[in-house]
T-cell receptor, first 113, second 115 residues
Framework: AQSVSQHNHHVILSEAASLELGCNYSYGGTVNLFWYVQYPGQHLQLLLKYFSGDPLVKGIKGFEAEFIKSKFSFNLRKPSVQWSDTAEYFCAVVFGDGYALNFGKGTSLLVTP | NAGVTQTPKFQVLKTGQSMTLQCAQDMNHNSMYWYRQDPGMGLRLIYYSASEGTTDKGEVPNGYNVSRLNKREFSLRLESAAPSQTSVYFC??????????????FGNGTRLTVT
């Protein structure tokens, strides 16, 4: 069955620490990959997306993600987090010609000063 | 340009009551979606509308109905609310099917509590 998995449910980091959030999916065909962020009290916003080409994609606010096809993974990274990065992060996938996004369960990130 | 607008922002219902959540977008998008967000479950698709006049079930459609009233508006109706429908509901739209070139734009959500 098609699925999206995020391994870390809660992450706590100090400011300036590096971040990597895991995302894996189960599907053998083509995919569109996304990371969305939801700041406290706000709606989801697109961080970055991947469709084809360079597997390393850069998004807003210094985030990047790398698509590793052999591992069915699309991990999100940031070299140095800030307190303002405190939010919930969602990996999302469109499988093949599917119509809608399938979301992972989310990772709650808390950045402490 | 307001994007995706949802009303109401908050609602409390008693079990068995009905209500309609409203959603409107002003971006001339073809596709619209209703998701629910529950702690530890992420976002799950309830229904979507690929284009005006069409609707399709998502992952968790039971207990809900939808209407794509026109290109702008996509409403979600709970005919007989149950406590299990306590959730935050997000409406979203995209130019076409969700893809690289057609990311989702979300509304601010409706927080529904069913007692």
């Amino acid at each position: 069955a098609q699925s999206v998995s995020q391994h870390n449910h809660h992450v706590i980091l100090s400011e300036a620490a590096s971040l990597e959030l895991g995302c894996n999916y189960s599907y053998g065909g083509t995919v569109n990959l996304f990371w969305y962020v939801q700041y406290p009290g706000q709606h989801l916003q697109l961080l970055l997306k991947y469709f084809s080409g360079d597997p390393l994609v850069k998004g807003i606010k210094g985030f990047e993600a790398e698509f590793i096809k052999s591992k069915f993974s699309f991990n999100l990274r940031k070299p140095s987090v800030q307190w303002s990065d405190t939010a919930e992060y969602f990996c999302a996938v469109v499988f093949g010609d599917g119509y809608a996004l399938n979301f992972g369960k989310g990772t709650s990130l808390l950045v402490t000063p | 340009n307001a994007g995706v607008t949802q009303t109401p922002k908050f609602q409390v219902l008693k079990t068995g009551q009905s209500m309609t959540l409203q959603c409107a977008q002003d971006m001339n998008h073809n596709s619209m979606y209703w998701y629910r967000q529950d702690p530890g479950m992420g976002l799950r698709l309830i229904y979507y509308s690929a284009s005006e006049g069409t609707t399709d079930k998502g992952e968790v459609p039971n207990g809900y109905n939808v209407s794509r009233l026109n290109k702008r508006e996509f409403s979600l109706r709970l005919e007989s609310a149950a406590p299990s429908q306590t959730s935050v509901y997000f409406c979203a739209s995209s130019e076409d099917r969700s893809s690289y070139n057609s990311p989702l734009h979300f509304g601010n959500g409706t927080r529904l509590t069913v007692t």
